[in-house]
């Protein structure tokens, strides 16, 4: 009996992911913050790669700088990752399949590196033709899956923010926001749902890693209570 009430007691439902606690509206406000602007830097970056390279156009009095080009392009990218980053962990708790798959930093930071390295690769590497650069880029991103998730809720995740995506990009095209060069696939290039399913499963396992640390912080200060 002595050893049952000598035993820490932890947050109710805090499993492998944050659920119920006391400052889990701060949590979340944080968390969305920081996945929000992680967004907006890999959007700067990776926007700048595909301006220099010409792969995507946007048009000439909208273009007055490399901040300012596109100034819609990170905020849309933050907000997506903000809202990408708090759905895998949330996804996975409603679901019952805690993803416990390489939960390190350095595993995140390398899925990050592997990420931009896609998006690298699109821009910079020559293939012969757009079906053979596709191929490639589809066998990339579902190694990135394999190598840092393998779960099924990150895979169809990243399955539908693809499709979704891809959708948007059409739609904004169509309607004359920017313009890909070399158009393969209706109006955008054919790879371009490979690096929206990359883009899913990096900033998921951001949120995820994210949200197992704000649980492990709890935890911690319970046993020190």
């Given at each position: 009996?002595?050893?049952?009430?000598?035993?820490?007691?932890?947050?109710?439902?805090?499993?492998?992911y944050?659920s119920?606690?006391?400052?889990?509206?701060?949590n979340?406000?944080?968390?969305?913050?920081?996945?929000?602007?992680?967004g907006?830097?890999?959007?700067?970056?990776?926007?700048?790669?595909?301006?220099?390279?010409?792969?995507?156009?946007?048009?000439?009095?909208?273009?007055?700088?490399?901040?300012?080009?596109a100034?819609?392009?990170?905020?849309?990218?933050?907000?997506?990752?903000?809202?990408i980053?708090?759905?895998?962990?949330?996804?996975?708790?409603?679901?019952?399949?805690?993803?416990?798959?390489?939960?390190?930093?350095?595993?995140?930071?390398?899925?990050?590196?592997?990420?931009?390295?896609?998006?690298?690769?699109?821009?910079?590497?020559?293939?012969?033709?757009?079906?053979?650069?596709?191929?490639?880029?589809?066998?990339?991103?579902?190694?990135?899956?394999?190598t840092?998730?393998?779960?099924?809720?990150?895979?169809?995740?990243?399955?539908?923010?693809?499709?979704?995506?891809t959708?948007?990009?059409?739609?904004?095209?169509?309607?004359?926001?920017y313009?890909?060069?070399?158009?393969?696939f209706?109006?955008?290039?054919?790879?371009?749902?490979?690096?929206?399913?990359?883009?899913?499963?990096?900033?998921?396992?951001i949120?995820?890693q994210?949200?197992?640390?704000?649980?492990?912080?709890i935890?911690?200060?319970?046993?020190?209570?």
């Open positions: 009996m002595a050893e049952n009430d000598a035993t820490p007691t932890l947050p109710k439902k805090c499993g492998p944050i119920s606690v006391t400052s889990h509206g701060m979340l406000v944080i968390r969305g913050v920081v996945l929000f602007f992680i907006v830097f890999l959007a700067l970056v990776l926007n700048l790669l595909q301006i220099q390279r010409n792969v995507t156009l946007f048009p000439p009095d909208v273009i007055t700088s490399v901040f300012s080009s100034w819609w392009v990170p905020p849309c990218c933050g907000t997506a990752s903000a809202v980053g708090l759905l895998y962990p949330c996804m996975d708790r409603h679901l019952g399949e805690p993803h416990k798959f390489k939960r390190e930093w350095s595993s995140v930071m390398r899925c990050v590196a592997v990420f931009v390295g896609i998006n690298h690769a699109s821009a910079k590497v020559d293939f012969a033709n757009n079906i053979q650069l596709s191929l490639t880029l589809a066998a990339l991103s579902i190694g990135l899956w394999w840092f998730d393998r779960s099924r809720s990150g895979f169809g995740l990243g399955i539908g923010i693809a499709f979704l995506a959708l948007v990009s059409q739609l904004l095209v169509y309607n004359g926001v313009q890909y060069t070399s158009p393969d209706l109006y955008v290039r054919s790879w371009l749902p490979c690096i929206f399913f990359a883009g899913g499963i990096t900033m998921g396992n949120g995820r994210l949200a197992m640390y704000e649980c492990k912080v935890a911690e200060k319970s046993h020190e209570d």
